[in-house]
């Protein structure tokens, strides 16, 4: 599923899949809550499509490749940073600075008050 839908839209699902089975669980298939929830858990479906390539053994699932030409959040040429163009989708390490410096200041606060 990773490769159509973002992380965060995957964890929301996931939530929103828990509470669904328990209001079902619980008698309530005619709520409000269970009809909102119908409605959110099928908006993300909408751009699943491609093919997975599965491997059945004992019982036991395994995915062995997926892919999604239509819609797949992944692409080689903006995963590169070898891209010369410089396009707006292009990606150079400088990108990154900012990003690690925001997400390390909790490591580096930690390790201040550890000395």
């Known amino acids: 599923m990773e490769i159509i839908m973002k992380k965060k839209v995957v964890r929301l699902r996931d939530q929103q899949s828990l509470e669904f089975s328990r209001l079902?669980?619980?008698?309530?298939w005619f709520s409000p809550e269970v009809d909102f929830l119908l409605h959110s858990l099928s908006f993300p479906q909408q751009r699943v499509c491609g093919k997975v390539?599965?491997?059945l053994f004992k019982g036991n699932?395994?995915?062995k490749g997926r892919e999604s030409e239509e819609f797949s959040l992944y692409s080689s040429d903006l995963a590169s940073m070898e891209r010369e163009d410089g396009?707006?989708?292009s990606f150079s390490p400088i990108?990154?600075?900012g990003f690690i410096?925001?997400?390390s200041l909790r490591l580096r606060?930690?390790?201040?008050f550890s000395k």
Do not use: H
Request: glycine share 8%; aromatic share 16%; charged share 15%.
């Open 109 to 112: 606060t930690y390790y201040s």
């Open 61 to 63: 699932v395994i995915v």
């Open 101 to 103: 410096r925001s997400q």
């Open 95 to 97: 990108d990154s600075e």
């Open 87 to 89: 396009g707006d989708l």
């Open 53 to 55: 390539i599965l491997s």
């Open 24 to 28: 079902v669980y619980n008698g309530f």
